[in-house]
Structure formats: structure tokens, C-alpha cells
């Protein structure tokens, strides 16, 4: 049996995501099954972390480091040093070889309660995921990035929010150094979208090179195009979660909406083929007047198939401001009903657009996020970090408070509106007002008695 101090540690960077931070890192954990998806390590956490991300390190060599870190120390330091690496180990955020040691001669330290205490530089004490959303907005880092990597689609779904536009993109080469100028400048997590991203050949090797950059990857896609070797090639990348919408429980009812015969099927084999080699899948199901009946249908389609989802009733104009979307909105008394059983509930949400979030189009043109199309610069023209730097109109943006509206001020409903400036803007011009769709789901969902209210899922 080796002694601890010879157990070699290295950083799981297949299963995790991170990002340094000023002098804090910040981790996405992307194993479904793991403990804890979001932790914040401090600045003596972040060196050491940084230490073992170099090369394997013996649990030795890493006290050493922290001796000269914090100066010597004594046992104290020596104990407190493996009490991190058991705990960086029991998150599944540090590999060894001998883990099933580590674990049954670390004990954690008793604490208040019985539960075991933080790691030594881990935050796990407190919301760690509001913690990192919440610094990066007062950073102003691009901590999330939205890029549409095509325009082009299989699909031609009745309300997508897209408006036609020509079939360009960026070049592999375009979207590798993007990836790159992100890393640099903090950013953590990256959404993939379309149009269709699988129609681009280049998909998977764009996917990996965000993965060697430790970028957290969401993917959203319609899943028809996901065939086993392209989901044996996800599983590989370990991406934050797939993502495809459904728009009904029965194949007439979806492919009508999707307009391509047998795009149900299609979309639910690709996503169950991703959730069956241990991805984490995530579906949308996108309540509709003319759908919204089928919600048992929908429910009893993913528990047969293995997936979770996740409702939403936030349909909104195109981006070319074409209102046609909106008309597929539920009715006042379907609203109700989907909250009442628990399939929508409406909450307040933080706006980022312009701080923490922008959004890349396929033509390479920087928005503020993905329905606030306002042009910040072209990455054809200029790198990322001088559109941040140099754009007249996000210095303007950035003025703007989007989540104190001067019109929302005194509304008792505010903590329920789901008010999304990028749909305020398509839907009145400016981010700044009120968003009628908002108010009318607020008043309903305040319309309905407390105790009647299901407890959010």
C-alpha cells in the first residue's frame, strides 16, 4: 500500500470545465452523476489546482508547493492539504490512481451537523453557481457566449425565431481562433447552435478544440442528424448537456409543426442515442396553443426513451422582427393550466446581455445575446477583445440597468415576470420597456392562489 504522500493526483479535465479567474478558478462539472456541477476555489485552491493541472503530482510534491505558497505550516498545513486533495477527489474535480485509498484513509473533518466540510479553498458554502454568474456580470467578462455556427437547417419550424438569412459562416479557422480569443479573455461556457450545427462537417473537431480549451460546450441542436458514431464522438468531448426541442407527444402533431415527415422520430433517437452513452440530455419541450394537450403524451415519450426535459411557453418575434412567431402563443386559459399541474412556472431571471453574454453569429457579427441583434463589430474586421473595448454601442448598453426597468419599478408580479429585454426589443424597439408577454403570464400566474401553486420542480 503506497504511502498518501506518494498517491499522484491529476486534474480531470474530461469530466470538468474551468477557467481562472482574477485569482479565483472557476469549475463546471460536466459528469451528470457527479456530486456538486458548479464550485468556486480561492486564490490558494486556484495555485494549487493550477499546480496539478501542469502535470500529475504526488499528494508530497503538492504540500511542498504549499509550504511555499503559505510558508511552512507544520502538520497543520500538511493536513489541510490532504483534506483538499480528498475532497478535489470526492468531486470527481482530481483523478488518481489510487482513489478508493484516498478515500477510505481521508476522512473529511467532522463539522456542525455531520456534513463534511468545504475543501480547503473550495466555496462550497454558498451558491456557487450564482457566485460565478454574479462576479463575471460585474467583471463584465464574456463569461457566455452563444455561436450560431451555420444558418442553414434540415428543419423549417413554424415559429423559429431565425430569419432566413444566406447560407454563410465562418471558416473552421474563424471559429478556432474565436474559441481561442474566448479562452483568453474568461470566458467558461459556450453554446453551439444553428440553424443545424450537425449540417457543418467540421462539428466534432470544432467541439473538441472548445474541450482542449476547457470550455464548458452546450449543444443545441434538433438531434435528427445525431447518428451513433457522432454520438460515440459527443461522448468522447463530454459536452455540458445536448439540447433538442419538441414540439408534441405524437408525430403529426411535431413533424406538422417542424414541417419535415418523421423529424420526431428522427430527434428523439438522436438524443436518446447521446443520453444512452452518458450524456446529459436535456430536451425543450416548446408549449404551444396547439400542442399544449399533449403533455402527457410528451411526458410518457421521454420516460420511454430516457430523457429528461424541461417546458417553456417563451415564444417571441423573429429576429428580423416578424411578429408570425407570437401567434402560436398559448391562450390565457392554456396558461393557467400549465401552471396549475406544474409544466411552467415563471420566474424572474438576470439579465447579461452585453456584460456576461453575446452572441456570435455565423457571419462572424457580435450581438449583445442571441435576440438582442443590435451589431457591436464584425470578428472579420476586429478580434473579440476590441469590439468589447472599442464598440460605442455596448459602452452605451453597459449603461443600461436590464433588470430595473424603469416601467416594471413598482409591479408587484416583477419576481414572477420571466422579462427578457432581447424580447423586449424585438417586441417594442427598446430593452428597456416593459414586455407585454411578460406581464400577462406574471398576472395569471398571480391569479392563481397560493396553495393552488405547485412547488417548483
Not at 456541477?37 to 508547493?65: M, N, S, T
Not at 444512452?276 to 403533455?295: A, F, I, K, P, S
Not at 424585438?426 to 400566474?445: K, N, Q, S, V
Amino acid at each position: 500500500m503506497p504511502d498518501l504522500l506518494d498517491v499522484r493526483f491529476s486534474v480531470n479535465s474530461r469530466e470538468n470545465a474551468y477557467r481562472r479567474i482574477q485569482d479565483e478558478m472557476f469549475i463546471r462539472g460536466l459528469n451528470p452523476r457527479a456530486p456538486s456541477r458548479y464550485h468556486v476555489l480561492d486564490g490558494f485552491g486556484a495555485a494549487v489546482f493550477e499546480f496539478v493541472e501542469e502535470k500529475p503530482r504526488a499528494a508530497g510534491e503538492v504540500v511542498a508547493h504549499a509550504r511555499k505558497l503559505k510558508g511552512d505550516g507544520g502538520a497543520e498545513l500538511e493536513a489541510d492539504v490532504l483534506d483538499f486533495l480528498y475532497h478535489m477527489v470526492r468531486l470527481g474535480l482530481f483523478n488518481s490512481p489510487d482513489r478508493d485509498l484516498i478515500l477510505d484513509k481521508l476522512s473529511p473533518r467532522p463539522a456542525p451537523g455531520g456534513e463534511p466540510p468545504a475543501a480547503d479553498g473550495e466555496a462550497e458554502a454558498f451558491d456557487a453557481c450564482n457566485y460565478m454568474y454574479g462576479r463575471a456580470y460585474e467583471l463584465m467578462l464574456p463569461f457566455k457566449v452563444d455561436i450560431e455556427v451555420t444558418y442553414a437547417c434540415n428543419l423549417r419550424c413554424r415559429h423559429c425565431y431565425a430569419a432566413h438569412e444566406p447560407p454563410k459562416h465562418l471558416a473552421t479557422s474563424e471559429v478556432v481562433s474565436l474559441l481561442d480569443q474566448l479562452a483568453e479573455l474568461g470566458c467558461l461556457e459556450l453554446v453551439f447552435t444553428g440553424g443545424e450545427m450537425f449540417l457543418r462537417p467540421d462539428m466534432l473537431d470544432l467541439i473538441a478544440h472548445a474541450r482542449r480549451l476547457n470550455f464548458a460546450v452546450t449543444l443545441l441542436t434538433n438531434a435528427t442528424l445525431i447518428t451513433p458514431d457522432i454520438a460515440s464522438g459527443l461522448a468522447e468531448l463530454m459536452p455540458e448537456h445536448v439540447s433538442a426541442s419538441i414540439y408534441g407527444g405524437r408525430p403529426e402533431t411535431h413533424d406538422a409543426f417542424t414541417g419535415v415527415e418523421g423529424s420526431l422520430e428522427r430527434t428523439v433517437t438522436g438524443a436518446r442515442l447521446c443520453a444512452e452513452r452518458g450524456l446529459r440530455v436535456l430536451n425543450t419541450y416548446v408549449l404551444t396553443n396547439e400542442n399544449c394537450h399533449e403533455r402527457h403524451l410528451v411526458r410518457r415519450l421521454m420516460a420511454d426513451n430516457g430523457l429528461d426535459y424541461k417546458s417553456t411557453v417563451l415564444l417571441f418575434p423573429r429576429t428580423d422582427m416578424d411578429p408570425s412567431p407570437m401567434d402560436y402563443r398559448l391562450t390565457d386559459e392554456q396558461l393557467r393550466e400549465v401552471m396549475l399541474d406544474g409544466s411552467f412556472t415563471p420566474i424572474r431571471t438576470r439579465c447579461n446581455s452585453g456584460r456576461s453574454r453575446f452572441r456570435v453569429a455565423p457571419d462572424g457579427t457580435v450581438h449583445p445575446c442571441e435576440l438582442m441583434r443590435l451589431t457591436l463589430g464584425s470578428l472579420r474586421r476586429l478580434d473579440f477583445r476590441t469590439i468589447l473595448e472599442t464598440s460605442t454601442l455596448l459602452k452605451d448598453l453597459r449603461q443600461k440597468d436590464f433588470n430595473n426597468p424603469p416601467e416594471c419599478a413598482e409591479c408587484e408580479k416583477w419576481r414572477n415576470c420571466p422579462r427578457c429585454s432581447g424580447v423586449a426589443f424585438l417586441e417594442t424597439g427598446d430593452p428597456m420597456r416593459r414586455w407585454p408577454e411578460g406581464c400577462r403570464i406574471a398576472t395569471i400566474y398571480a391569479s392563481i392562489p397560493e396553495p393552488q401553486r405547485p412547488r417548483r420542480r
